[in-house]
Nanobody, 131 residues
Framework: QVQVVESGGDLVQPGGSLRLSCTAS????????IGWFRQAPGKEREGVSC????????HYADSVKGRFTISKDNAKNTVYLQMNSLKPEDTANYYC????????????????????????WGQGTQVTVSS
């Protein structure tokens, strides 16, 4: 089955850390740019971070710069999102998306063009930051 699956979400206290994983099956991530998105109840989807397939460049939303780090392990066909210094406002369902187009700028700017270029969306993993 061709899909991306997220894992690693959990309940964590403010200031804590989590590492999310986005693993592809049925296709290789070598040629795909991967974006991480999040959506909290009652809020619009937000692009969080993205890594380009061609040069490995990384992109971040202003809200997470300096706290989140995206990385890719081609051997494991997995993209990671390391989240540090978590805040209650980071609480959301986090999901990843794959595109063969260089969509990272659009992704972190949360533009609607993302919907037309993403080939695979995951189901998401819940991150809750609360004391």
């Amino acid at each position: 089955q061709v899909q991306v699956v997220e894992s690693g979400g959990d309940l964590v206290q403010p200031g804590g850390s989590l590492r999310l994983s986005c693993t592809a099956s049925g296709f290789t991530l070598d040629y795909y740019s991967i974006g991480w998105f999040r959506q909290a109840p009652g809020k619009e989807r937000e692009g969080v971070s993205c890594i380009m397939s061609d040069d490995g460049s990384t992109h971040y939303a202003d809200s997470v710069k300096g706290r989140f780090t995206i990385s890719k392990d081609n051997a494991k066909n997995t993209v990671y999102l390391q989240m540090n210094s978590l805040k209650p406002e980071d609480t959301a369902n986090y999901y990843c998306a794959a595109s063969r187009l260089p969509f990272c700028i659009a992704a972190v700017m949360s533009t609607s063009v993302v919907d037309s270029v993403v080939e695979y969306w995951g189901q998401g993993t819940q991150v809750t930051v609360s004391s």
